[in-house]
T-cell receptor
Framework: DAKTTQPPSMDCAEGRAANLPCNHSTISGNEYVYWYRQIHSQGPQYIIHGLKNNETNEMASLIITEDRKSSTLILPHATLRDTAVYYCIVRVANTGNQFYFGTGTSLTVIP | AAGVIQSPRHLIKEKRETATLKCYPIPRHDTVYWYQQGPGQDPQFLISFYEKMQSDKGSIPDRFSAQQFSDYHSELNMSSLELGDSALYFC?????????????FGSGTQLSVL
């Protein structure tokens, strides 16, 4: 199954763009990349997902490299409420399409 | 919009007791997932169900069992509780178990084993 690697922590100034990287070098061609975040022991919250094209929604943008071995989540204007642990997840393309969380990046938005 | 409902929100049990956690998925969602998150840890996949049948199994202890009922709600039964079972238990639901279906998570049940 594809595993992900993320930096353990990052800081970002309030109002600036937060760019969170993720490596998933063993991803298979039909496996999606998902991003979730968890704010202080609340249930993980969906942010965005994609297969190979870049995606944008009201929360964030997802940039996937052409070889699909890495991706970047972009929060365009970080606010204090964006402080959370961000998980990059590759949905495994076998029975049940398991949804494994990795170690995540703890993002702190600084005033 | 309706979200995933978990009950109870908090549960305190003693060692060797049993506990039952309940999960009510978003209406029309047919797939349910259970996760365990220990203190300071990341969520760990336990088990999932699609259309009332177990679809996949993760690191669920033999002391735990789960099922999905005809109304699609699910229950996680935990027996012979141990101190190490103290954790946040999340349930998630999706419409189908396909790779392009996002999961919606509930607020979790905080289980404390004393």
């Amino acid at each position: 199954d594809a595993k992900t690697t993320q930096p353990p922590s990052m800081d970002c100034a309030e109002g600036r763009a937060a760019n969170l990287p993720c490596n998933h070098s063993t991803i298979s061609g039909n496996e999606y990349v998902y991003w979730y975040r968890q704010i202080h022991s609340q249930g993980p919250q969906y942010i965005i997902h994609g297969l190979k094209n870049n995606e944008t929604n009201e929360m964030a943008s997802l940039i996937i490299t052409e070889d699909r071995k890495s991706s970047t989540l972009i929060l365009p204007h970080a606010t204090l409420r964006d402080t959370a642990v961000y998980y990059c997840i590759v949905r495994v393309a076998n029975t049940g399409n398991q949804f494994y969380f990795g170690t995540g990046t703890s993002l702190t938005v600084i005033p | 919009a309706a979200g995933v409902i978990q009950s109870p929100r908090h549960l305190i049990k003693e060692k060797r007791e049993t506990a039952t956690l309940k999960c009510y998925p978003i209406p029309r969602h047919d797939t349910v997932y259970w996760y365990q998150q220990g203190p300071g840890q990341d969520p760990q996949f336990l088990i999932s169900f699609y259309e009332k049948m177990q679809s996949d199994k993760g690191s669920i202890p033999d002391r735990f069992s789960a099922q999905q009922f005809s109304d699609y709600h699910s229950e996680l039964n935990m027996s012979s509780l141990e101190l190490g079972d103290s954790a946040l238990y999340f349930c998630a639901s999706s419409l189908g178990g396909g790779r392009n279906e996002k999961l919606f998570f509930g607020s979790g049940t905080q289980l404390s084993v004393l």
